[in-house]
T-cell receptor
Framework: AQSVTQPDIHITVSEGASLELRCNYS??????LFWYVQSPGQGLQLLLK??????LVQGIKGFEAEFKRSQSSFNLRKPSVHWSDAAEYFC?????????????FGTGTRLQVTL | GAVVSQHPSWVICKSGTSVKIECRSL??????MFWYRQFPKQSLMLMAT?????????EQGVEKDKFLINHASLTLSTLTVTSAHPEDSSFYIC????????????FGPGTRLTVL
């Protein structure tokens, strides 16, 4: 069974500082990996995804993530955080089956940005 | 492209009544749709997977007679919460995949259900 761990429940960073959100997954083969962001009362917005190829993935809003197979990790990074980045961030893993498969989400990391 | 809508965006109902939530893919044909629920400050939990024209597959612990899912067309799936109770109050989110992009789910904006 696939699973995702986001070790940090809550992170606070200053505006302009760098950010790294951790994500570790468990899956028997090469997974499909996703990062989503959710503002309060809103749905999910896809930040980036990894299916195959280059292990450093660029996403929207200046975010990037690196797939590290040896560490079973897919950490999300941003070099300079903006106040508007404050939200809940979810890492998710999906099965690499070529057909529609369910996603397993981590518990989320709430990002707070101080001015 | 790949826009998914949900209706209503929020609903308040009395205990014992039934509520229907619609999930539509606006610009693509959704071969598979997923329904999630999210309690406050918690993650998304998959409730069921539905394929067009087939019965939904429910996750363990989800009552299929309470959460009725219909996926009658390639652009519409509905979730009906029957005989709703306050503990069913939650944020319900749907997602959809297409044949062209089977491994990427496009999410709706969610529906906030409050049962009084």
């Amino acid at each position: 069974a696939q699973s995702v761990t986001q070790p940090d429940i809550h992170i606070t960073v200053s505006e302009g500082a760098s950010l790294e959100l951790r994500c570790n997954y468990s899956y028997g083969a090469t997974p499909y990996l996703f990062w989503y962001v959710q503002s309060p009362g809103q749905g999910l917005q896809l930040l980036l995804k990894y299916f195959s190829g280059d292990t450093l993935v660029q996403g929207i809003k200046g975010f990037e993530a690196e797939f590290k197979r040896s560490q079973s990790s897919f950490n999300l990074r941003k070099p300079s955080v903006h106040w508007s980045d404050a939200a809940e961030y979810f890492c998710a893993v999906g099965a690499n089956t070529g057909t529609a498969s369910k996603l397993t989400f981590g518990t989320g990391t709430r990002l707070q940005v101080t001015l | 492209g790949a826009v998914v809508s949900q209706h209503p965006s929020w609903v308040i109902c009395k205990s014992g009544t039934s509520v229907k939530i619609e999930c539509r893919s606006l610009d693509f044909q959704a071969t598979t749709m997923f329904w999630y629920r999210q309690f406050p400050k918690q993650s998304l939990m998959l409730m069921a997977t539905s394929n067009e024209g087939s019965k939904a597959t429910y996750e363990q612990g989800v009552e299929k007679d309470k959460f009725l899912i219909n996926h009658a067309s390639l652009t519409l799936s509905t979730l009906t919460v029957t005989s709703a109770h306050p503990e069913d109050s939650s944020f319900y989110i749907c997602s959809a995949t297409s044949a062209s992009y089977p491994n990427e789910q496009f999410f709706g904006p969610g529906t906030r259900l409050t049962v009084l």
